[in-house]
């Protein structure tokens, strides 16, 4: 049973920064992609960042480049997105997702299994 827990969201300023972490459990972690998503209230589901098996290939929505970096630590089978110069549209619940693809999937049915997510919020 493959499970995903991420943690690290909270309640943070405009301009302030956050690290998520994903735990990763039950999967040769080493292979395949690792992808995070948010969801805004109302709002889909939408990409945000995908690292390859190696971390040696990100990708990531427009918006967040240069603000966002997603990593990885195979030997700790965690996945992590520092996310800096944080803007109150960055406020969302953030996904932790895995994919058997060996391509950089921006697309949510690339992916085969979702954490539970991580509430992050950007206000004064």
């Known amino acids: 049973q493959v499970q995903l827990v991420e943690s690290g969201g909270k309640l943070v300023q405009p301009g302030g920064s956050l690290r998520l972490s994903c735990a990763v459990s039950?999967?040769?972690?080493?292979?395949?992609?690792m992808g995070w998503f948010r969801q805004a209230p109302g709002k889909e589901r939408e990409f945000v960042a995908v690292?390859?098996?190696?971390?040696?290939?990100?990708y990531y929505l427009d918006s967040v480049k240069g603000r966002f970096t997603i990593s990885k630590d195979n030997a700790k089978t965690m996945v992590y997105l520092q996310m800096n110069s944080l803007k109150p549209e960055d406020t969302a619940v953030y996904y932790c997702?895995?994919?058997?693809?060996?391509?950089?999937?921006?697309?949510?049915?690339?992916?085969?299994?979702w954490g539970q997510g991580t509430q992050v919020t950007v206000s004064s």
């Open positions: 997702a895995a994919g058997r693809s060996r391509n950089l999937d921006t697309r949510k049915n690339a992916y085969d299994y």
């Open positions: 039950g999967r040769t972690f080493s292979s395949g992609i």
């Open positions: 690292i390859s098996s190696s971390g040696g290939r990100t």
